[in-house]
């Protein structure tokens, strides 16, 4: 079976632009979280998506979003980049709620100038 | 205060000794995850527990629900073990993961 894949694995954007990023769970996974790692704050939960909803969001601004498709596939948005949005997005998928176990992706690293 | 706190933040020892990294938390929570992060960022979940002891290979973990406390344990550790292990707590209710800020830790051969 396919691990967690995610696109692209680095990025580098413009304060100020936005961004999207992508997660593929592994097939039959319903539910994809998705978290933010930087050497200030460690890990942080950012949402949770089942089913298509959001089922939990962290304590982040407005400006980052996301969804989850029919097929599982989830994706985030950061609008309006600022420098401290630079981190490693990680995002993980499981067979049900974040308190099953967790498969995490390889991560995207994000670097805003 | 962080609601997940692990100790100690670094930790080097010599092949072959017996590690304990230990976790506490001060929110009631519906499950505990140990991770490990390889430099490079992969994580990989090692335990994910609610309540005992499990076991896998050269890895221990336990759970005091009394107590809000967990540890892992590794077993003739080799440098291969070397690498950042994370715990973090589902709060009960809501499930969200809280993350602790991990143990760093260096075997040397």
């Known amino acids: 079976k396919a691990g967690v894949t995610q696109t692209p694995r680095y990025l580098i954007k413009t304060r100020g632009q936005q961004v999207t990023l992508s997660c593929s769970p592994i097939s039959g996974h319903r539910s994809v979280s998705w978290y933010q790692q930087t050497p200030g704050q460690g890990l942080q939960f950012l949402f949770e998506?089942?089913?298509?909803?959001?089922?939990n969001k962290g304590n982040f601004p407005g400006r980052f979003s996301g969804r989850q498709f029919s097929n599982s596939r989830s994706e985030m948005n950061v609008s309006t980049l600022e420098l401290g949005d630079s981190a490693l997005y990680l995002c993980?998928?499981?067979?049900?709620?974040?308190?099953?176990?967790?498969?995490f992706g390889p991560g995207t690293r994000l670097t805003v100038t | 205060k962080n609601e997940v706190e692990q100790s100690p933040q670094n930790l080097t020892a010599q092949e072959g000794e017996f590690i304990t990294i230990n976790c506490s938390y001060s929110v009631g929570i519906s499950a505990l995850h140990w991770l490990q992060q390889h430099p490079g960022g992969g994580i990989v979940s090692l335990f994910m527990l609610s309540s005992g002891k499990k076991k896998h290979g050269r890895l221990i973990a336990t759970i005091n629900i009394q107590e809000k406390h967990s540890s892992l344990h590794i077993t003739a550790s080799h440098p291969r073990d070397s690498a950042v292990y994370i715990c973090?707590?589902?709060?009960?209710?809501?499930?969200?993961?809280?993350f602790g800020t991990g143990t760093r830790l260096t075997i040397i051969p």
């Open positions: 998506y089942f089913s298509e909803t959001q089922r």
């Open positions: 973090a707590a589902n709060n009960f209710g809501n499930e969200k993961l809280t």
């Open positions: 993980a998928s499981s067979t049900g709620p974040s308190s099953y176990e967790q498969y």
